[in-house]
């Protein structure tokens, strides 16, 4: 995840408790200041060469959760196979777009709809 994302879930969604315990999480920032706890990895590096890293090493799928920047920069690579897309119930009028426009299309394939605490999380796989 992108250090935003960090801070939303820290300061606003999850406070004094980390949602993700158990699961080694990298977050990628350009923040030095930030120290690594037993399952926090703050990193610098470019998000596509860490998940093909992680991709040859032993462990289950890779979840990227949220961060439109790192997002964009996976997808530029083909290096996502399922997206789950939740749309909260909230009408902004602006703010960052999830995908950046591209000359490239991505065909999905809906996989499965979650409904909870009034979220609508959508799934698709790739075609």
């Known amino acids: 995840m992108g250090k935003i994302t960090y801070e939303q879930i820290t300061k606003e969604l999850s406070l004094g408790r980390w949602p993700y315990s ?3 999480t990298y977050v990628f920032t350009h923040d030095v200041s930030m120290t690594d706890t037993m399952d926090i990895k703050f990193t ?7 998940v093909n890293k992680l991709k040859t090493e032993i462990g289950k799928n890779i979840w990227i959760c949220g961060g439109a920047d790192v997002i964009n920069q996976l997808m530029k690579e ?6 789950h897309i939740s749309i909260i119930p909230v009408i902004l009028g602006g703010g960052t777009k999830l995908f950046e426009e ?3 299309m991505i065909n999905l394939e809906l996989v499965n709809i979650l409904n ?4 609508v999380e959508v799934v698709y796989e790739r075609r």
């Open 22 to 24: 158990g699961a080694i």
């Open 44 to 50: 610098n590096a470019n998000p596509c060469q860490l």
């Open 78 to 83: 083909d290096l996502i196979d399922i997206f």
């Open 102 to 104: 591209t000359d490239d």
């Open 116 to 119: 909870y605490n009034g979220i």
